[in-house]
């Protein structure tokens, strides 16, 4: 790997960190700013939380200059990526209709098999119904 490409890889890690530890801390700034017990730590936690929201935006803009195909407003259109994209496209839609129709094998399997425990377990009870009811009628002819 050449040396732009890891430094670039390394300002847009450190750029997301960035953009995470600012956002987390913008988005606990409203729990902090309840608890505040005076109005000092008050003022203090609105103005660390507005930074925050600054710094998130700068950083955000910032990403953006730095992989531009990666920003939400970029118009590059590379005709060999969208072909890519479409035969990917095509090779997932294939897949997807070999896992489905694998899928609805399995599901017929199960349905099989839930049938046949059914049927076992109802041929269970009702020999088990039997064998207590002819239990039940020679005890009831012998000492009824």
């Given at each position: 790997?050449?040396?732009?490409?890891?430094?670039?890889?390394?300002?847009?890690?450190l750029?997301?960190?960035?953009?995470?530890?600012?956002?987390?801390?913008?988005?606990?700034t409203?729990?902090?700013l309840?608890?505040?017990?005076?109005?000092?730590?008050?003022?203090?936690?609105?103005?660390?939380?507005?930074?925050?929201f600054?710094?998130?935006?700068?950083?955000?803009?910032?990403?953006?200059?730095?992989?531009?195909?990666?920003?939400?407003?970029?118009?590059?259109?590379?005709?060999?990526?969208?072909?890519?994209?479409?035969?990917?496209?095509?090779?997932?839609?294939?897949?997807?209709r070999?896992?489905?129709?694998?899928?609805?094998?399995?599901?017929?399997?199960?349905?099989r098999?839930f049938?046949?425990?059914?049927?076992?377990t109802?041929?269970?009870?009702?020999?088990?119904?039997?064998?207590?009811?002819?239990?039940?009628?020679?005890?009831?002819?012998?000492?009824?």
């Amino acid at each position: 790997m050449n040396v732009p490409m890891q430094s670039q890889k390394l300002a847009l890690g450190l750029i997301e960190g960035g953009l995470t530890l600012s956002g987390v801390t913008a988005a606990v700034t409203p729990l902090a700013l309840w608890v505040a017990w005076s109005e000092m730590v008050f003022y203090l936690v609105l103005s660390v939380g507005c930074g925050a929201f600054l710094i998130f935006i700068g950083l955000a803009r910032l990403r953006g200059l730095l992989a531009p195909d990666h920003a939400p407003g970029a118009k590059v259109i590379d005709f060999e990526s969208l072909r890519r994209r479409r035969v990917d496209w095509e090779q997932l839609q294939d897949e997807d209709r070999g896992v489905r129709r694998r899928q609805r094998s399995i599901k017929g399997d199960a349905q099989r098999e839930f049938g046949y425990m059914v049927r076992i377990t109802t041929s269970l009870i009702l020999i088990a119904v039997l064998l207590f009811l002819a239990v039940w009628a020679m005890m009831e002819i012998r000492y009824g």
